[in-house]
């Protein structure tokens, strides 16, 4: 006769239908929320010589079937995830190159990480390349002649650091554009876009100027100066390795940082032109970096 309770008169306690106690099910279930891993015995937890035997209770085969899922959403973030360049830089991203699929798309880097190929320095200010990031250090290099102050100067103070900018050699009218960018809290920066010809040895030569400095009374990070104000927004950008993202399609302007749209305007004045960076503005002597400045010509 079964002992009381059996479902069958003639069942038999045996290695596949032995009860689960619920000792036994609590201690499983700790054992897999504290490192079981799914290997050669399935989604249930790891074993070291081949498939456990005995039943496996509901909790096990739950808690099995999340860690599943998870894993799988996981995965399929992973391979969705882009690895460069509008990305961001995430982390494993090739540094100032293109992956091949960005190269299809038609976009190309500007900046190798270990020259200025490319690029044209103007000004007092010396420029210099660490860790793989165009480095304009104002801080650390005193104006041979202070400048009196200029009309943008809302400091109302003289100029006592160097100031320079670089200037691309390639010339582009329509186009996508990446850049990366560090700045200090008390930086003036800036990227310049149609940048059109030098009038003297120290001038850019103009250009639509997308300004860097997070502070800025009238023209914030983002903002086109003279153009476009972001005001009364501040973004903060100061501090870390930020973004631009920049759409020129004709009179057509858009600017993002860190994929938020700050500036979206149509201006007519300039087609074409150099791209430039500035370190050292009328504002600020604070430190400046650039990287993974990438571009995408557009083809009409």
């Known amino acids: ?14 290695p596949r239908n032995r009860p689960v106690s619920n000792d036994s099910r609590r201690a499983r279930a700790s054992a897999n929320s504290s490192g079981a891993s ?5 989604i249930l ?8 035997s005995g039943v496996y209770s509901k909790e096990e085969v739950r808690m099995s079937s999340i860690r599943l899922r998870v894993a799988g959403v996981m995965l399929t973030a992973a391979l969705a995830s882009p690895l460069i360049g509008l990305a961001g830089g995430q982390a494993g991203s090739p540094m100032n190159a293109v992956t091949p699929a960005e190269a299809k798309a038609g976009w190309r880097s500007l900046f190798d990480g270990r020259t200025f190929n490319g690029w044209t320095s103007i000004g007092e200010l010396k420029w210099t ?7 304009g250090d104002a801080v650390s290099q005193p104006a041979a002649k202070p400048l009196p102050p200029p009309a ?9 650091w160097a100031t320079g900018f670089l200037r691309s050699m390639e010339t582009f009218d329509d186009f996508e554009l990446s850049v990366e960018f560090w700045s200090e809290e008390d930086s003036n920066s800036g990227l310049f876009i149609r940048v059109g010809t030098p009038t003297n040895p120290n001038s850019l030569g103009g250009g639509y100027e997308i300004n860097i400095s997070d502070p800025h009374a009238t023209s914030p990070t983002g903002s086109i100066v003279g153009v476009h104000s972001t005001l009364p ?7 870390k390795w930020s973004r631009f993202d920049v759409l020129a399609d004709g009179p057509h302007i858009v600017v993002k940082v860190n994929g938020e749209t700050l500036t979206d305007v149509r201006d007519e004045k300039l087609k ?5 960076f500035q370190a050292g503005g009328p504002t600020g002597s604070g430190v400046i970096k650039f990287r993974n400045i990438k571009i995408r010509p557009l083809r009409k």
């Not at 799914?38 to 399935?42: K, N, P, V």
């Open 1 to 14: 006769m079964g002992s009381p309770g059996s479902s069958s008169p003639t069942s038999r306690i045996t």
């Open 38 to 42: 799914i290997s050669s015995c399935g």
């Open 45 to 52: 937890p790891s074993c070291k010589s081949g498939p456990r």
């Open 129 to 135: 390349i660490v860790d793989g990031a165009m480095v």
């Open 152 to 160: 943008n100067n809302p400091n109302g103070k003289p100029i006592t």
């Open 233 to 239: 927004y501040h973004v903060k950008s100061a501090g």
């Open 272 to 276: 074409a032109g150099a791209l430039g």
